[in-house]
Structures are given as C-alpha cells and as structure tokens.
C-alpha cells in the first residue's frame, strides 16, 4: 500500500471522527469549518513532494485547487436540493455536479492566477446565494452504530476510488479526483439523520473556512 493511499485511509476516517465530535458538541457549522480546513491537503502535498519533488508537487497542488472549484459546486448544489429532495436525491445531484465540473475543469489547461480567479468567482456566486435555512436542525441522538458506519464507507469510498481512479482515462480519472469524499460523507449523514437544515449548516461551515485552505494551496502552488 503508498503511503499516499494510507494516508488517505488515515486521515479521511480521523476527519470524520473529528467533524462528528464537533457537531455534537458545538453545533454542525462548527465541524463544517473543520473540514473545510487544509487538514488534508496539506499533508498529500507535502508526501508528494517528498517522493516525486517539488516540481511534481507545484503540479498536484495546483490540481488539488482546481478541485476545489468542483467541491464549491458540489456543496451549493447539495445544500440546494437537500431543501427540496431527500438525501439519497441529494446526494446523486451534488455527485453529478462535481464530476461534471471536475470533467469539464480538467478539460483545460490553466495558469494558477486562472484557477484561482475562477475559483473565487464560483465561491462567492455560491455564498452570495446560498440557500437559506428552511427550519433548525432536528435534535435527535443517532444509534450507536452510525459512527463507525460513516467511518467505514469513507474508507471504501476513498479506497474505491483511489482503485479505480487509475483504470480510468486521464480526464475522468481527473474528475474523479475532485470529488469530496468527507463531505460527501458528512453531509449524507447529517441529511439523514438531522435533516437538510443541519447539512446547510455543515456545507455553510466548510465554505466559510475553504478561503483559508484555497490561500494554503495556492502558496504552494505557487512557491513550489
């Protein structure tokens, strides 16, 4: 196994580990923030460079921004539908977005400073009509078995892909790279449990922080 994929395996799990705990305790945008933290970025970046350099590196954190783009659209796009559809519809409409935008993304070849200004763009399209609150969130205390439930299909989805990535041609492979496995995750979760108003609030959290995570990256980008 890398030590990419096991750091995949790794992180994705203490994430979610984390965004739960902080949602129980502080609220879903409390952990929405956390995940839209560079927590896991940053580390994928930094192993790449030490095995492949820093050139390499520059190159991945420059896709990993360009990723962000499609994970922008795939929380708006879920936090739109989750008021009108129930997880599950949700959940297929977001995918399809992000795999679509992730398709049409790497379809082109862009400088950082373009990557950057497009994400910005979508991101504040996205928070600018962002989808208002239709009730509080539903305070209800999940069974015992729905944590390591939402543990275990971040791992077979992280691992999936990371299988099935490599099979793949190099534009949907790309595609498939941009997808939000923890926030995919997370946000299903909550939709089901707690209703759409706690997923807007977790998808609003991760938001709020991703300009934090997009400035980490593009350093890198730029500077490797």
Known sequence: MSTLLLLKL???????????YLQKNYGHGIGGRLIGLPITTGPFILIICLQ????????????????????????????????????WISLIIGTATCLTTGLVTTQFH???????TLLMIVWSIAMKWWPPTVALPEKVSPPSWELPARVLVTVLVLFGLST??????????????????????????NHRRY?????????RGLMETL??????????????
């Open 10 to 20: 790794t992180l994705g799990p203490i994430m979610v580990l984390f965004a739960h």
């Open 52 to 87: 492949e350099g820093r050139s390499f590196g520059a190159h991945v954190a420059h896709g990993v921004l360009l990723g962000q783009i499609a994970l922008s659209m795939y929380c708006w796009v879920y936090a739109m539908a989750s008021a009108k559809f129930n997880w």
């Open 110 to 116: 862009t400088s950082t400073v373009q990557t950057l």
């Open 164 to 189: 099935l990535a490599p099979h793949l041609g190099a534009n949907v492979s790309g595609a498939f790279s941009t997808y939000p496995v923890i926030a995919s995750v997370i946000s299903a979760f």
């Open 195 to 203: 209703g759409p108003a706690a997923t807007m609030a977790t998808l």
């Open 211 to 224: 300009p934090v995570t997009i400035a980490f990256i593009t350093v890198l980008a730029l500077v490797l």
